[in-house]
């Protein structure tokens, strides 16, 4: 198994550009969730999804959208990106509609200038 | 509000002097505590779920218990592979989990 992937490792974008974070796994999780870490903030939820068809808010869900066509992807779009979304993004999913061990891949750095 | 306090930020040891990690907690209706351990540059990995006050887990060198308050990560004559962030989370009525800032490890040789 792969586990969680996350594409791409790195990004760089100007301010008002569009772009999304990929997101697979192959374990047949139900369980899908967005994470930025930021120094000093610790681990946020940004979305998560319990189910193929199924979204939901976390704390910080302000300009990014997502979907969850299948049960492997759950892409990460960031509409017009500002500055204040330069993080490091990590995608993490879980067995069973619940975020218990949830297994986490290995992050997107991504700044926008 | 779900809220997750670690302490302390940082902590420096002597390979094989023994110590404890704290992660205070409030939250409505405990499902579960979760402790990960992060290593630079790369994605957290899952150490120990907690479920109710008085549970213990082992693995290798750490120790994690839980109160109804509070859980402790104890680590038993660390080495340097110890050193990393280890972080801990709390899920209650809702599918989110709530993590705390963590604890930056270093284990000197």
Request: net charge neutral; glycine share 10%.
């Amino acid at each position: 198994n792969a586990g969680v992937t996350q594409t791409p490792k790195f990004q760089v974008l100007k301010t008002g550009q569009s772009m999304t974070l990929q997101c697979a796994q192959d374990m047949n999780h139900e369980y899908m969730s967005w994470y930025r870490q930021d120094p000093g903030m610790g681990l946020r939820l940004i979305h998560y999804s319990v189910g193929a068809g199924i979204t939901d808010q976390g704390e910080v869900p302000n300009g990014y959208n997502v979907s969850r066509s299948t049960t492997e992807d759950f892409p990460l779009r960031l509409l017009s990106a500002a500055p204040s979304q330069t993080s490091v993004y990590f995608c993490a999913s879980s067995f069973g509609t619940s975020s218990y061990e949830q297994y986490f891949g290995p992050g997107t750095r991504l700044t926008v200038t | 509000e779900d809220q997750v306090t670690q302490s302390p930020e940082a902590l420096r040891l002597q390979e094989g002097e023994s110590s404890s990690l704290n992660c205070s907690y409030t939250v409505s209706g405990l499902r579960g505590l979760f402790w990960y351990r992060q290593d630079p540059g790369k994605g957290p990995e899952f150490l120990f779920t907690l479920y109710s006050a008085g549970e213990e887990k082992e693995k290798e060198r750490l120790k994690a218990t839980l109160t109804k308050k509070e859980s402790f990560l104890h680590i038993t004559a660390p080495k340097p592979e110890d050193s990393a962030t280890y972080l801990c989370a709390v899920q209650g009525g809702s599918e989110k989990l709530v993590f705390g800032k963590g604890t930056k490890l270093t284990v000197n040789p």
